[in-house]
C-alpha cells in the first residue's frame, strides 16, 4: 500500500470508530517505514478532527467519541512503540494539566478535550474531577507542565478557577504557566476578569488555543 493510502485508512478507522481496523492500519504504518509521527498527525488526527467537528456540528455524539477516542489509542499505542527514543520528546507539542475544578464532578466534557489534545500530540496529564486547587498546583509543579486547563461546569465552581491564578501567583510563580479554562458556564469575559491565559468553547478550540499558548511560550511568533 502506498503512504497516502495507509494514512486514509489511519483516518477512515477513526471515522467509522473501528478499533481493529484503526490497529491494522498502524502495523501497515510501521511496515511500510511511515515516520510514526505523521501517521498520528496525518492519519489519525485527521479522523479526530473529523469526529470533532461532526460533535461540534451536533451530528456526532459523546458516545461515538469516546468509541472513535478508543481506536484512536488503541493505535497510537502501537504507533508510539515505533517512535526512537530521542523523538519521543520532540513529538509532544508540550505538556499540560488537565482537570474538572474543586466541587465538581463532571468529566464527559474534559475527556473529550483530553481526547483532543492527545489526538493533536500534546501530553495529557488528566487529574480527573474534582480536583482541589493546592493539588493542581502541586502537580503542575511535580509533573513541569506548560500549560494548566481547568473546566468548571457549574456556576458555582467557577471560582476554583480564579483560585487557581490566586495561588500561583502567592506562590510566585504565575508566570511560569499558561491557564486556560473553559466549561459550559464560562466565558472568555470571566476568564480575562480572573487573569487566565485562554477561553476554549469547545473541544476544537482547546486545541487551538493550546498550540498558540505553547507558541507564546516557546517563543514563535
Known amino acids: 500500500m502506498e503512504q497516502s493510502e495507509i494514512l486514509e485508512k489511519l483516518k477512515?478507522?477513526?471515522?467509522?470508530?473501528?478499533?481493529?481496523?484503526?490497529?491494522?492500519?498502524?502495523?501497515?504504518?510501521?511496515?511500510?517505514?511511515?515516520?510514526?509521527?505523521?501517521?498520528?498527525?496525518?492519519?489519525?488526527?485527521?479522523?479526530?478532527?473529523?469526529?470533532?467537528?461532526?460533535?461540534?456540528?451536533?451530528?456526532?455524539?459523546?458516545?461515538?467519541?469516546?468509541?472513535?477516542?478508543?481506536?484512536?489509542?488503541?493505535?497510537v499505542a502501537i504507533l508510539k512503540e515505533a517512535i526512537p527514543e530521542e523523538q519521543k520528546g520532540k513529538a509532544s507539542k508540550g505538556k499540560i494539566l488537565l482537570h474538572t475544578v474543586q466541587g465538581d464532578i463532571h468529566d464527559i466534557g474534559k475527556n473529550i478535550v483530553k481526547t483532543m489534545l492527545s489526538a493533536s500530540g500534546f501530553e495529557v496529564i488528566d487529574l480527573g474531577r474534582d480536583v482541589a486547587v493546592a493539588e493542581v498546583i502541586s502537580k503542575a509543579k511535580e509533573y513541569n507542565v506548560d500549560i494548566i486547563a481547568g473546566a468548571a461546569l457549574m456556576t458555582t465552581t467557577m471560582p476554583a478557577q480564579r483560585d487557581i491564578i490566586n495561588m500561583l501567583k502567592e506562590e510566585g510563580i504565575r508566570d511560569k504557566y499558561k491557564c486556560m479554562f473553559g466549561g459550559a458556564p464560562v466565558s472568555a469575559e470571566w476568564v480575562k476578569k480572573i487573569g487566565g491565559d485562554a477561553y476554549a468553547e469547545t473541544a476544537s478550540e482547546a486545541v487551538e488555543k493550546a498550540k498558540a499558548l505553547m507558541a507564546e511560550l516557546r517563543g514563535v511568533s
Open 12 to 75: 477512515k478507522s477513526i471515522e467509522e470508530m473501528d478499533s481493529d481496523m484503526a490497529e491494522e492500519a498502524a502495523r501497515e504504518a510501521i511496515a511500510a517505514k511511515i515516520d510514526p509521527i505523521v501517521a498520528i498527525n496525518d492519519g489519525l488526527a485527521a479522523g479526530m478532527q473529523t469526529m470533532s467537528d461532526l460533535f461540534d456540528e451536533g451530528e456526532a455524539f459523546v458516545p461515538q467519541l469516546v468509541v472513535a477516542a478508543e481506536a484512536f489509542e488503541a493505535a
